[in-house]
């Protein structure tokens, strides 16, 4: 195996998105590519972040804000927006990234007043 450092892609909310001097480990026969824990950490922060920055999306911190600005659990502000239970938690961890059209709904909960009421009267 050899060290290496390349552009390497990983789907992001089902786009594929190219990383910039990824390093891993390369096979020079078989060409296989094994990506150590921090290689495959780096690569999926970084997938994330130019995803971010392609459809300027709120930051991590400013969704755990909004939330917190409510007094809501990850749990509650998760069903109040449809989403599995742990996909709040993942956002604020930068382990996954909303989809630009959950982040047009997150930026109306953040600046019109009353959507979130709005939401809590509809959620079962
Ligand atoms: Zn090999």
């Known amino acids: 195996m050899r060290e290496r450092k ?4 990983l789907p992001v909310n089902g786009e594929e998105v190219t990383v910039p ?6 096979c020079p026969k078989c060409r296989e590519i094994v990506y150590r824990f921090d290689d495959a ?7 994330i972040e130019i995803y971010r920055k392609k459809y300027r999306l709120l930051s991590a911190e400013e969704i755990r804000a ?12 998760a069903r109040l927006l ?3 239970s742990n996909t ?22 953040k600046d019109l007043p009353g959507s979130l009421e709005y939401l809590r009267k509809r959620a079962r």
Do not use: C, K, Y
């Not at 001097?21 to 390369?26: G, Q, S, Y």
């Not at 950490?41 to 997938?47: E, I, K, M, T, V």
């Open 88 to 109: 709040i938690s993942r956002w604020e961890a930068n382990r996954n990234v909303q989809t630009a059209a959950m982040d047009v709904l997150l930026r109306m909960i």
């Open 82 to 84: 449809r989403l599995g």
């Open 6 to 9: 390349s552009q390497q892609s």
């Open 41 to 47: 950490r780096q690569l999926s922060l970084g997938a």
């Open 21 to 26: 001097d990824v390093p891993h480990l390369r």
């Open 66 to 77: 909004i939330r917190e600005r409510h007094h809501l659990t990850q749990a509650q502000f």
